[in-house]
């Protein structure tokens, strides 16, 4: 429900977004029991036509969402949440900054570890192209706050290049290596 209302609080629910669900569900009951999947499949497609529908009547509130997953979800289970709705975000080739800020913020009061969220992020982001996060300031793309003093700011770029300059050179395919090394050049 909250990766439904994640898509419909942008510019409504789009074939990308519900087919990124749809694979979710499937991916995620693959290892049980043939009965324990269908039944699970079954459930998950009517939560997701629920949804749909709350959401068309504009009656499915993120903020009511999260409360009853924060009372009642796991840690693991939150954070399957929040890295549903990075992937219904970049559904469709495309992450705004409204979007990106909407999970960010869910996943803060979800109370999510940073560093998972961080990770979440990175791998949704990862398939999208540089023009598809123009929209974005690089203040937040960076996670750098805007009134950080140049210490703070070099201290945080310094981080980032120290993390993906590690995640550069452990990519064993040449091809690879230089298509995120370009990426990588143009964002700077």
Not at 45 to 67: N, P, V, Y
Not at 126 to 150: E, F, H, T
Request: with cysteine.
């Amino acid at each position: 429900q909250l990766a439904v209302a994640v898509a419909a609080s942008s510019d409504g629910i789009h074939e990308a977004e519900l087919a990124a669900i749809t694979k979710w569900i499937k991916t995620n009951t693959e290892d049980l029991k043939a009965d324990e999947r269908s039944k699970r499949r079954k459930a998950l497609a009517a939560t997701l036509r629920t949804a749909q529908q709350r959401a068309e009547a504009g009656t499915l509130q993120i903020s009511k969402l999260i409360a009853k997953l924060k009372n009642d979800g796991t840690r693991a289970g939150r954070m399957m949440a929040v890295e549903l709705c990075f992937t219904v975000m970049a559904a469709d080739g495309a992450a705004s900054a409204d979007e990106l800020d909407t999970v960010d913020k869910i996943a803060e009061k979800l109370e999510v570890d940073p560093q998972l969220l961080s990770s979440a992020r990175d791998k949704s982001l990862s398939g999208l192209s540089v023009r598809a996060l123009k929209s974005r300031d690089q203040y937040s793309l960076l996670g750098i706050d805007k009134n950080a003093s140049p210490e703070e700011i070099r201290a945080q770029l310094s981080s980032l290049y120290k993390k993906w300059s590690s995640r550069a050179t452990t990519l064993t395919d040449p091809a690879k290596r230089q298509e995120r090394s370009e990426e990588h050049t143009s964002e700077l």
